[in-house]
């Protein structure tokens, strides 16, 4: 009773009653059903209230965590550009929570994992994993595999379960089908409780060339260390069916969620009655295919403003090197074509509030998102950037 009252957070009363009601429940004690459902493969541990699933992954990763941040920590802790083993020195982010939300990292077939194979390929900036080390973090990620859900098993088309970060998510819809890559669904989360979750800014993001047809996004939730199955209560998006035109990304019906089935620490997937990509409209025929809401509005001020510091720190990857960034977001044409990259970055823009553009938040040196560049850990380099830029959305958005 008294850590459960010692880790409630006093968030997001502006949700009224709804937070009211989760605040009620947050410390009742609870017998879950995932916890007792007979699918379980991890088993039940029972009686420790609702993360008492026998799953030891948090154990194995403290029993390593301080001989990988002294082999990896140099380069890879919060303040350097892919900062995925958090901050070891104060917990904020806890190194743990930074490493099972990397994307890519915790899979269930353990050995595809990115952190065993990324550090041990030419592609690698930094050091190998040495022997042992790497031996360890095998038996730890096999061990948190088994508290993956084997999705390719589910009828529908449900992405990778993954642990959302509390902050910005982008989740990439390749884990589906590679048909998808590029194409994501983001976010941001915040608990309110440590029982339940807000997603709020839910937006779906085609690729430039390719749009996407969803029909009934279903968010479920799994227990931390467990694969058992727990569909949101309220199946908030049931009368969502929505298409999204090449370059043009939306709404996610309306855009907020709140789960009242999170429990800290879990993992999240989301399933689809449909998902499906859609192709263009012939830009050649009738009247070119900048309609409205995908040209750009200011392309002198983008000129003036954002092609220079866009070159300078984002296009090494989203220009065309790294097909990963740039199937994401792809600023490959602003040499020649400023005016097509302006399109295609106003969806990564909130005019309403500039600060809070994906752009921003997901290289913020400062922040805890999953993204490969956070400008060398300077904050200095990315207030200027924010500056060069905000001059641009103001117009963009005026
Ligand atoms: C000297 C600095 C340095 C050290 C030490 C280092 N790395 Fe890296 N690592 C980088 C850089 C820079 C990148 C990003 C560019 C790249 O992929 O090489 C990176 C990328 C990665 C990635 C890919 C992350 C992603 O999502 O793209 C993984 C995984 C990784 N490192 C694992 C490790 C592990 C494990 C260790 C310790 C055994 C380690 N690194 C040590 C510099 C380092
Ligand atoms: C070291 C390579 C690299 C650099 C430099 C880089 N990015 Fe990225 N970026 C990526 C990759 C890789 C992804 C796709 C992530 C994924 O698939 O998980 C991405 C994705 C994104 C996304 C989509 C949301 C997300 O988090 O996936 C945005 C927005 C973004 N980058 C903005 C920028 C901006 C702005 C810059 C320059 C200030 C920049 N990036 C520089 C590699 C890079």
Known sequence: MSRCAARMKLKGLTVGMLTIMSLQNACED???????DPKST????????????????EQMFRALQNEIVSACGS????GTDTPFLGSPEDDNPDPYVSITSWPRFVVKDAVTSKLLTWPNSAEHAGSKTDAPLEAKIQAWLEEEAKGVADVSKETKPTTTPFKPVMGFNAIYLDSID???????ITFTADELTPKSLSIVDLTVHPKNDLGLALKHPLFSFYAQGSDVVDPDPIDSF???????????????GPGTVILTNWRSGGK?????????TIEPFDP??????????SGCVAPQEFMDNAVGPLQANCTGCHG??????????????????????????RNRVNFGNPAQSQLFITTNPNGNATHPYKFNGNGGTFNNFVNALTAWIEQEGA
């Open 320 to 345: 065309g090197n790294n097909t990963t960034a740039t199937n994401a977001v792809d600023m490959s044409a602003l040499g020649d074509d400023p005016e097509t990259t302006c399109g295609q970055l």
């Open 75 to 78: 380069c890879h802790t919060t």
């Open 238 to 252: 049931s009368n969502v069916e929505e298409n999204y035109e090449a370059g043009e990304s939306g709404s996610l």
């Open 284 to 293: 050649g025929a009738g009247g070119g295919g900048t309609g409205p809401g």
């Open 42 to 57: 991890t088993g039940s541990g029972g009686g420790g209230g609702g993360e008492a699933v026998n799953n030891h992954g």
């Open 268 to 276: 999240l997937s989301i399933a689809f009655d449909v998902l499906e």
């Open 30 to 36: 609870d017998a879950q059903p995932w916890n007792t």
């Open 178 to 184: 590679a048909k998808f890559k590029g194409m994501a």
